[in-house]
């Protein structure tokens, strides 16, 4: 099946004098912010150091990409700054939101707020349409009924699958199925978003295709995105790249 991602469809609201001053107060705040974040487990009698007194941060609408070996700690760092995981030590904090300290529960509700996830397998529910796998993140979250009908048509038609709404994942494209996946994570309106690996599974012009995509999604709502990938030939598409070896992060 041929699949050609559209250019997005995203309107851009028009220049609003009155609101620049509450833009900039936002930007005040980077959507993550993490420093000398380590990350230990206990395996027997020895320590694991997934993680090394890393540091990063990124600007509300910055793309940055990700890039390091398997076993480097790119997962942990992503798996920390999304709440999935918490470091042992140092702090994180997305969005203004110190969540270093967070209780499980705590941690899931911020999850369901303020992070969006875009897995490598992408991890859509196989029985449930497009729309609805976009329909079941909100109703975890804040948005319900009406309200999160209209977010779930809106992002589909945004994303060029208006008409595909009603298919069923193994109904659409390798590319298609990655569209529905980054309209779930933009659902919340998240501060951040965490792709892993977005192209691995895509030929080199569908990954560029969907690589456009992203970055076009992310700077027309001013939404952070931490790309992970293995794939040099990407790295273009973000505002910049950052390399980490053995859980130690090149910043």
Known sequence: MTDTVPASGSVVPAANPAGAAAVSGAAASPAL????????YEVG?????????????????????LLGPSGSGKTTLCSI???LLSATSGTVTVGGRDITGYSSKQLSRFRQEAVGFVFQ?????????????LLVVDELGRRTGRAARDRADQLLEELGLADRRNNLPGQLSGGQRQRVAIGRALMNEPELVLFDEPTSA??????????ELIRSEMKSRGTAAIVVTHD??????????LHITDGHLDA
Do not use: C, W
């Not at 912010?33 to 230990?40: H, P, S």
């Not at 009698?45 to 990409?65: F, N, R």
């Not at 397998?121 to 796998?133: D, I, Q, S």
């Open 202 to 211: 895509l030929d080199t012009k569908l990954g560029e295709q969907v690589m």
């Open 33 to 40: 912010r993490m420093e000398a974040v380590r990350k230990v």
């Open 232 to 241: 040099e030939r990407i790295v273009h598409y973000a505002d910049r790249s």
């Open 121 to 133: 397998a992408v991890n859509l529910v196989p029985f449930l349409t497009a729309r609805e796998n």
């Open 45 to 65: 009698d020895e320590e694991v150091v997934a993680l090394d007194h890393a540091s990063i941060t990124v600007a509300p609408d910055e793309i940055v990409a």
């Open 81 to 83: 700054a999304g709440g």
